[in-house]
């Protein structure tokens, strides 16, 4: 008398949502199938797709379609200037100041040793050998201004700074605490002006 | 320099979930890509199979991979007790109190006017059908005690007295304004075993 397996396997599969537990997982499941079934083929078709052709760029570390991405590969880009960000969330709200002009590095993460995220979970190799390129002079962390984000930045400020490259923070003009994601352009801007070396 | 195509479209996909909008649709995403890809490739499949395999029970209109359910094949069921639910989740709810053997007619909503929810969209006549089968002898509504699931259950009543159904309406022993699917199994039951005629 249970519901149907393959009711029962979409609702099970909804929950690798983050912030998605049983409850939730279970409306989706009866509203998709009922409110808006062509919204859910086409998810099914975006998730089976999009991991057969996203990856990771060999250079920045963001997900591209190519082995490099579009903007690694852009002419226009100030190559010297390399910005170590969090997330993608974090490096489009970069973008969005329009102020700088470089390259980035995407870390998909930051050290959490509470999570069980520490230098060799994030492959900061890739990095390290990013950065060495010979062509980059200057890295600016913009990691979060959370605690995990901070340690981050001063674990990669040591790092960077002994293979002879200059190394900025962006600056504090962000409250402590907050996060890149939720914070307006023009203050992201200004902190990015008044980097300071480290 | 904007997202890969097949990340946007991801991103957009992932709208059609209900209380998703573009800022989580996109932690989703990167989420998935970069946390849980083996969960994504789960749930694209889940997606794919269950819009091919789950339709509506042509007896009580919930999910089933068949013609008719399970639950209306039993031949332990009392066939002459159906009782309407809104949801398959209030179903769930019902079936928890171990208290109700009769069968069920799933509405798959309410009677909603702001919605644009009339008797039409709800396709009443198949439950109509479904309780003048002969057999089915008294309705016991179910709906939630909302305004609209009172309203809904107000237009069945008149609906199925008039076909010379018995029909009533569980007790309200549930909170004025609450619904099914976040009260207590106790509770529910109560109200069914109270259920007065309308």
Redesign the interface.
């Known amino acids: ?1 249970s ?5 029962e ?2 609702i ?3 929950r ?4 998605v537990g049983p ?2 997982a ?9 409110r ?2 062509q ?13 057969q ?2 990856r990771n760029c060999a250079r920045c570390n963001n ?3 190519d082995e490099v ?3 690694c590969q ?1 002419p226009r880009r100030d190559a010297t200037q390399l910005c170590v960000v969090e ?3 974090d490096l ?1 709200m970069m ?1 969005q100041t329009h102020v700088y002009q470089g390259l980035y590095f995407c870390l ?2 930051r050290i959490a040793p509470l999570d069980g995220v520490g230098p060799r979970e994030l492959k900061l190799d890739r990095l390290l050998d990013r950065a060495c390129d010979g062509v980059v002079k200057e890295v600016i962390l913009a990691t979060n201004f959370t605690n995990e984000g901070e340690a981050t930045a001063h674990y990669l400020g040591e790092l960077l700074r002994a293979r002879g490259l200059s190394v900025s923070r962006i600056a504090r003009g962000l409250p402590v605490g907050s996060e890149l ?1 939720h914070t307006d352009a023009g203050t992201i801007a200004q902190a990015l002006v008044e980097r300071r070396p480290l």
């Open positions: 008398m519901a149907p397996s393959s009711l396997a979409l099970e599969a909804l690798c949502l983050p912030g409850k939730s279970q409306r989706m499941a009866y509203y998709l199938l009922q808006d079934r919204g859910a083929a086409r998810l099914g078709q975006a998730l089976t797709h999009s991991l052709v996203l997900y591209t379609e991405c579009e903007r852009s997330s993608p969330a489009n973008e998909m993460g994601e």
